[in-house]
């Protein structure tokens, strides 16, 4: 069975940075482009950004575009989202996914059960 537990969520002030993580085990951590998802309370949840399963590319939203790095270490199952110059726009739940390239492409599979960050301003 595939987990995904993420952490490095907690309260921040605008304007400081945050990195969180996501450690994937169960499954060939390598056979999974990652996402990093987020819900602020009473929205819907909105897509921040993935990297492809070799690290090689990745692709932001525009609310974090140039302000967010999302990186990968295929030894340690882990993917990491970095957030820099933070705002209260960016409090929510910050979920990662995994998108199975064994199985279909472009839909996420597998889900954590998401870290809260807040941002105070």
């Known amino acids: 069975q595939v987990q995904l537990v993420e952490s490095g969520g907690g309260l921040v002030q605008a304007g400081d940075s945050l990195r969180l993580s996501c450690v994937v085990s169960g499954g060939t951590f390598s056979n999974y482009n990652m996402g990093w998802f987020r819900q602020a309370p009473e929205k819907e949840r909105e897509f921040v950004g993935s990297i492809t399963w070799s690290g090689g590319n990745s692709i932001y939203a525009d609310s974090v575009e140039g302000r967010c790095t999302i990186s990968r270490d295929n030894d340690k199952n882990t993917v990491y989202l970095q957030m820099d110059r933070s705002n209260p726009d960016d409090t929510g739940i910050y979920f990662c996914?995994?998108?199975?390239?064994?199985?279909?492409?472009?839909?996420?599979?597998?889900w954590g059960r998401g870290t809260q960050v807040t941002v105070s301003s």
């Open positions: 996914a995994a998108d199975d390239l064994m199985l279909r492409v472009g839909h996420y599979d597998y």
